[in-house]
């Protein structure tokens, strides 16, 4: 049990290190969207899911 414990704050101690941008998120999640698009879309032409 005290082995879990003491992971647990190990775990809390590098989360709170953690800084999140969200408007850098939101850029890497368009772009990945139009990486998958254009990876699809020749696929897709024709099927009724463009």
């Known amino acids: 049990m005290l082995d879990l414990f003491n992971r647990i704050n190990e775990a809390n101690k590098n989360t709170k290190s953690y800084h999140h941008d969200s408007s850098d998120t939101s850029l890497r999640g368009h772009e990945a969207e139009h990486e998958v698009c ?10 009724g899911w463009e």
């Open 38 to 47: 254009n990876a699809l879309a020749p696929r897709l032409i024709g099927t």
